[in-house]
């Protein structure tokens, strides 16, 4: 059984920094490229970032560029996402996901086959 468990969401002011966990279970991890992705109320799914199997290529939203860092560590099955000089704007849930198709490093949501529950990111002004 896959399993996807983010942690170390929480309430931060603007500016201020948070690092998101993602550990996964059940699957061959180094063979699995790992997503971002983040949800705000009333709006739809977005991409954050993307890590490829050996960590050598990382893409990111413009969103967040500059701001927003992926790593990951295959010895401890856990991809992590540094949020530095947060905003209100980044408020929402946040999603790590795991892709096994042959394509390159994709923000495409549908190409990713498992998915986290989430943990929520709230950035006050």
């Known amino acids: 059984q896959v399993r996807l468990v983010e942690s170390g969401g929480g309430l931060v002011q603007a500016g201020g920094s948070l690092r998101l966990s993602c550990a996964a279970a059940g699957l061959p991890f180094n063979l699995y490229k790992m997503g971002w992705f983040r949800q705000a109320p009333g709006k739809e799914r977005e991409f954050v970032g993307a890590?490829?199997?050996?960590?050598?290529?990382?893409v990111y939203a413009d969103s967040v560029k500059g701001r927003f860092t992926i790593s990951r560590d295959n010895a401890k099955t856990t991809v992590y996402l540094q949020m530095n000089s947060l905003k209100p704007e980044d408020t929402a849930v946040y999603y790590c996901?795991?892709?096994?198709?042959?394509?390159?490093?994709?923000?495409?949501?549908?190409?990713?086959?498992?998915w986290g529950q989430g943990t929520q990111v709230a950035v006050s002004s």
């Open positions: 890590i490829s199997r050996a960590g050598s290529t990382k």
């Open positions: 996901a795991a892709s096994n198709t042959p394509s390159y490093v994709t923000g495409k949501d549908e190409d990713y086959r498992y």
